[in-house]
């Protein structure tokens, strides 16, 4: 694993070579504002399981939630927290994604990159599909579904945590596309593998 400044470029030899061995573009986005415009309904569906979730835990979460906005636009101390607590749990959410990946560790295909975005995860080895998957929608399963219920039932969901969690899932819209885009293209038991901002399959 290494770290990475910036999303890494295709390369349009890598592309020939990987085309070449045979494999197939996925059809996707052709850039990143692309496919953030078109992970919209899916950032509103993922929002309200997760938000369904929390108000069945929490009658009053609307009032908590506006709580925590009204609290961080009086104090400049606590939204400097916010803003601190809120950046952990995007790099949390881009280490599910990463810890998840085959022999990430080891790998010299695959990244830890920061941008003024945020982080994120970029490998270039030949995954499963099932294992793909998994790394796809692991952050948005386990923080705003799982997270929330287990909470819930324990009796610690406070205002705090249900805007991360909220936070998490409005954010995992991109992941949740991808994932679509894998299952509904992609044959069971191909490989998937990274061109810079490019996806490639291969049936084996």
Sequence with gaps: MKLLKGIPKSSEETEKLLIGLGWKKLKEPKNL????ILSVPLMILGGILSFSILLYFNKDIITNLIKVF??????????????????LTVLFHELLHLILIPNFILSKKTYLGFTWFGAFVYSSDE???????????APYVLISILFPIVLGFAGLLNKYLMFLIILNSLSSSVDILNMILIITQVPNGSLLAQNGEKTYFKSK
Excluded: D, E
């Design 33 to 36: 504002f692309a496919l953030i």
């Design 70 to 87: 009204n609290n961080g636009s009086f104090t400049f101390t606590i939204n400097l927290v916010y803003i601190l607590v809120i950046l």
């Design 127 to 137: 995954i499963k599909k099932g294992r793909y998957i998994l790394i796809t929608i």
